[in-house]
């Protein structure tokens, strides 16, 4: 990803950037559009033909030039609307107008608004354009838009005409759930919807729900909090054992009791076509629960992707890991604790999980988020010594009772390429993970995330030897929120040896100005590193990394948030 910044001059706006693999270009409010201008006159890749996926249009925006003359719907395929109020109704307007004269030959495909509230003439503008624009195959409205049901309903009357959506995001109240419950027989191409509650009762939503096996082209269902209530959970395991061709299901489980999640769970067992499964936020997951779940695993045999999160005892998960032991097609497992609150939700044995890893020869990704582990030292001298499968292992955000020694993990193990430790390993930990790394000339870790753990001056001096080392793989680094102030001196001088860290993640570190000096030395002999994320500076800071852009035009990128 290229990334950019602008800055104003005597001679005016000019644009610092490196847009080569450019994906996403956002539009802050202090830009205006000869930015924009400048982006295409430095872009070398597509010389006139200047595309970009992702264009962010932040109102009150400095675009209206822009919006009048319709440029900015032939450079981006997609559009996000964000934070749209009545004092930006006028330049709502304007947008609408110039996107109705730019319609034929707009490139956009894909429509979101953000924190948008919607005027009633800016609601039947937004309904006149999806009727008109038959190129729109994305629309998503968060569920932080305020847009009236009247706006809605026509919003869903406008779908059918128009007939081209794929993928649609959209708050539901009755009416629009009526709505939508009729419309959607008639829809052939709609593959993606996300529903999103909003907090009103919705004695329709099982007629929508009842609809679901009419939809032959779904192939992904999420529903937001508190819409599956038992009764629509019942509907949805009736929908999962019949002949549909859903491939992907996320839901949030925190309106449902025990009874009619089990439904949910037996047609697990039989259903054919789900390979991925979400479920967030499971306050019914006792012993008995997360048991069938691990029992219908077993016998499921095209589901790759689990994530489970839960509300209640965060124990009880550890029966996944049993599954794991049966399943021959999981490739991908995420456990997680919500909130954690004023209830104890009971730790998370490891011991099991390093029992089934032991065993089992297909899962590639495993991550642990936000809740307590036990047996964690056991887990790393399996991964060490007895798994090599596993790929990637993020342990994010945890209470971890025992890290024991994990020297041989970082020594003897050969798969994985992607470490996350965020907030998991002490200082002692850190250094003693880093040396074993640089002792194993096999490691195959090139992504390593350090965020939030303890890595002090000891471990800037443990990672600066192995970034020095010729045959050194890490390519992605993260110390987020490590805290190395002056010490980031000495992985930057590691840099001019380094030939293969392409990302460097160093916000709310505390990096001094000195340390950001010798940088600026450091990018003169490599050509390696593309990008570096240094969050919210302070001017000067600032300043001196907008010089350091310009050693390298075409090799280097910022990350850069500026103080306002």
């Not at 081209?164 to 009416?175: A, C, F, M, S, T």
């Not at 829809?187 to 009103?200: C, E, I, Q, R, V």
């Not at 479920?279 to 045999?301: D, P, S």
């Amino acid at each position: 990803m290229g990334n950019w910044r602008s800055k104003s001059d005597e001679q005016g706006t000019v644009i610092d950037a490196q847009l080569n693999d450019f994906w996403t270009l956002e539009m802050p409010q202090y830009l205006t559009a000869q930015d924009i201008l400048a982006c295409r006159l430095v872009c070398s890749r597509w010389a006139q033909s200047f595309r970009v996926p992702s264009i962010t249009v932040a109102f009150p925006t400095r675009f209206t030039d822009m919006l009048e003359s319709g440029r900015v719907f032939h450079i981006a395929s997609k559009i996000d609307l964000e934070d749209l109020d009545s004092k930006s109704a006028g330049q709502f307007e304007d947008f609408f107008k110039s996107w109705k004269n730019a319609w034929e030959t707009s490139a956009v495909t894909a429509l979101t608004l953000d924190n948008c509230k919607l005027s009633e003439a800016n609601g039947k503008q937004l309904v006149e354009l999806i009727r008109l624009n038959k190129k729109l195959q994305t629309l998503l409205i968060d569920q932080d838009c305020a847009i009236s049901t009247y706006q809605y309903v026509s919003i869903v009357d406008a779908l059918v005409s128009h007939g081209e959506i794929r993928e649609l995001e959209i708050k539901l109240d009755d009416k629009t759930a009526h709505a939508l419950a009729s419309a959607l027989p008639n829809h052939h191409k709609l593959t993606k919807m996300t529903w999103n509650h909003s907090g009103k009762n919705l004695p329709s939503f099982g007629s929508l729900m009842d609809s679901l096996p009419k939809l032959n082209s779904l192939r992904t269902l999420i529903l937001g909090s508190f819409l599956l209530t038992d009764e629509h959970c019942v509907k949805l395991a009736h929908y999962l054992t019949g002949p549909c061709q859903l491939q992907s299901l996320e839901v949030s489980a925190n309106s449902v009791s025990e009874g009619p999640f089990l439904d949910l769970v037996a047609a697990l067992r039989t259903n054919l076509s789900l390979t991925d499964l979400a479920l967030w936020r499971l306050e019914c997951g006792g012993e008995t629960t997360i048991k069938e779940l691990a029992g219908a695993l077993e016998e499921n045999a095209t589901l790759k992707s689990l994530i489970l999160s839960t509300e209640a005892n965060f124990a009880h998960c550890s029966a996944i890991f049993g599954a794991l032991k049966k399943n021959k097609t999981i490739t991908s497992l995420k456990i997680l604790m919500d909130d954690i609150g004023e209830n104890d939700p009971g730790v998370l044995s490891l011991e099991l999980a390093a029992e089934a890893l032991a065993q089992n020869t297909t899962l590639t990704s495993l991550s642990f988020d936000n809740g307590k582990l036990s047996g964690f030292s056991t887990f790393i001298q399996t991964l060490a010594t007895k798994n090599s499968t596993l790929r990637e292992l993020h342990v994010w955000e945890n209470q971890v009772e025992d890290v024991g020694d994990i020297s041989a993990f970082g020594e003897k193990n050969t798969s994985i390429t992607s470490v996350v430790f965020k907030n998991t390993l002490t200082y002692d930990s850190v250094k003693q993970f880093i040396d074993a790394i640089a002792r194993n000339p096999n490691s195959a870790i090139t992504h390593l995330d350090l965020s939030d753990c303890g890595v002090g001056s000891a471990g800037c001096k443990a990672l600066a030897r192995l970034l020095e080392q010729p045959d050194c793989r890490i390519q992605y680094l993260s110390l987020y929120q490590c805290s190395i102030g002056i010490s980031a001196d000495l992985i930057f001088r590691s840099l001019e040896t380094n030939r293969s860290l392409q990302n460097l993640v160093l916000a709310d570190s505390y990096v001094p100005y000195s340390s950001y000096e010798i940088l600026k030395d450091v990018l003169s002999q490599n050509s390696t590193l593309l990008e570096i994320d240094v969050g919210e500076l302070e001017d000067d800071i600032d300043d001196l990394l907008s010089s350091i852009i310009n050693i390298r035009p075409n090799n280097m990128g910022f990350v850069v948030s500026k103080v306002e």
